[in-house]
Structure formats: structure tokens, C-alpha cells
């Protein structure tokens, strides 16, 4: 298993940027404290997104900040990012870590405790759970979970699973602590950072009081 950080898992997203460079965002959201970075773009082609990806990889160089793929092995295998994050419609963590090799991270989506169950036998590094709450960054026909369904699966994927789980969806600095205080190791968010208006800013403040809750309830900050 590779070791993770998910304090604050920035996604990044051309669709959810106000129209600005999302190159120039992931630096100013890694400089303000974010521990990793996730491309997505779901309408993208494939030779934008594999430029866009390097260009991103370049930006991240020195930061030891990882970069991963949204859904797309073939992506991250063409620009030579860190790894992927895998949906549950996606290819199989099995699958994917086939192709893509030993270091690579590999991240898990989490809609039900089933799912957290059967993570255990997967070769994933970190699961990510949601969504927590209602979100405007991705169209989801599932219902949130909402704190207590985040906890009913944190508790299911503790009893099977050693390594980190996140939450996503709907995160932003008004319930980030509560999503801690639940159980979570961290917190991955969209809108809440790459729309703000200063994101080196916002994401002080989010990683802040992600490191405060994490402090308060005894995780590792």
C-alpha cells in the first residue's frame, strides 16, 4: 500500500476553474496547503486531456504533491501521473494495477458500506467516500449520505481496510470539521477551492481546520 495524504484533496476540474488557468490554480492551492491533486474532466478528449495532465505533472515537480487521473488508467499511463482514481463503474482496481505498476496510487469511490467492505481485497490505496452532501460539481443521481451515512460507511471500511478514506461532495470550510469529527482523514473538494475567489487562501483555511479537527480527534496532522 502507498502511503497517502488526504488532508486536502484538491480535484480540478477545467468546468468548475470561473474561466481561469487551472494550472496557475493547482499552484496556488498546493502552495496554500493541499496534499493532492486530482485532474477530472469528463468532456474532455484524450489528447487534451493527456496535455493538460503533463502540464499539470510539470507544475506539481518539486511539490511532492502527487497528481492522479480521474477514471482514466489510459490517461495517467500517457502522461506519467502518480496514479488514478477509480469510480465503481470504472476498470477494476485489479485491472488497473496491473497496468500501471506497484507505485503507483490508486483511489477507490465509496457509495455504500458493501463497497467499503470489499475494498479489503483490492490493491487501493485510499477510498473516498460520497457523496456527503448535495454538489453542483458533478451530476449524481444517488442521494447524499450525509454525516451519518459517512459514518455508517467509515465504520464498515475500519473493520475491513487499513488505509486512509476521505469524503467528497458538498465540502467546504462551514462543515469541513464535522466531516473530521466523523472519521474521515480528509476532505476532497471542487467548487469549495478552485472557485474561490483567492485558492492559495481558501485552501490555508480548509487545511487549517481539517489539521485543528484532525488534532482534536486524534488523528495525525
Do not use: W
Request: charged content about 20%; hydrophobic content about 45%; glycine content about 12%.
Amino acid at each position: 500500500m502507498n502511503p497517502v495524504d488526504l488532508r486536502l484533496y484538491g480535484i480540478i476540474d477545467p468546468e468548475r476553474t470561473g474561466a481561469r488557468d487551472p494550472i496557475e490554480l493547482v499552484r496556488q492551492a498546493v502552495a496554500g496547503g493541499a496534499t493532492l491533486i486530482q485532474y477530472r474532466d469528463k468532456l474532455g478528449e484524450g489528447r487534451r486531456l493527456v496535455k493538460l495532465a503533463r502540464a499539470l505533472k510539470a507544475a506539481l515537480e518539486g511539490t511532492g504533491v502527487p497528481l492522479l487521473i480521474n477514471d482514466r488508467v489510459d490517461i495517467a499511463l500517457a502522461a506519467g501521473t502518480d496514479g488514478v482514481h477509480l469510480g465503481q463503474d470504472d476498470m477494476h482496481p485489479n485491472d488497473a494495477r496491473e497496468l500501471l505498476g506497484p507505485r503507483a496510487i490508486i483511489g477507490l469511490t465509496l457509495k455504500m458500506p458493501e463497497q467499503a467492505y470489499q475494498m479489503a481485497n483490492m490493491p487501493v490505496d485510499y477510498g473516498c467516500i460520497g457523496g456527503v452532501f448535495a454538489t453542483e460539481s458533478k451530476n449524481n443521481p444517488a442521494p447524499s449520505v450525509g454525516l451519518d451515512g459517512l459514518r455508517q460507511i467509515l465504520s464498515r471500511a475500519r473493520l475491513a481496510y487499513r488505509g486512509p478514506v476521505g469524503a467528497i461532495a458538498g465540502i467546504d470550510a462551514s462543515n469541513a470539521q464535522a466531516v473530521i469529527a466523523a472519521g474521515a482523514d480528509g476532505i476532497a473538494v471542487i467548487s469549495a477551492l478552485f472557485m474561490a475567489t483567492d485558492p492559495q487562501a481558501e485552501a490555508r483555511r480548509l487545511r487549517g481546520i481539517v489539521d485543528q479537527a484532525l488534532t482534536v480527534r486524534g488523528g495525525v496532522a
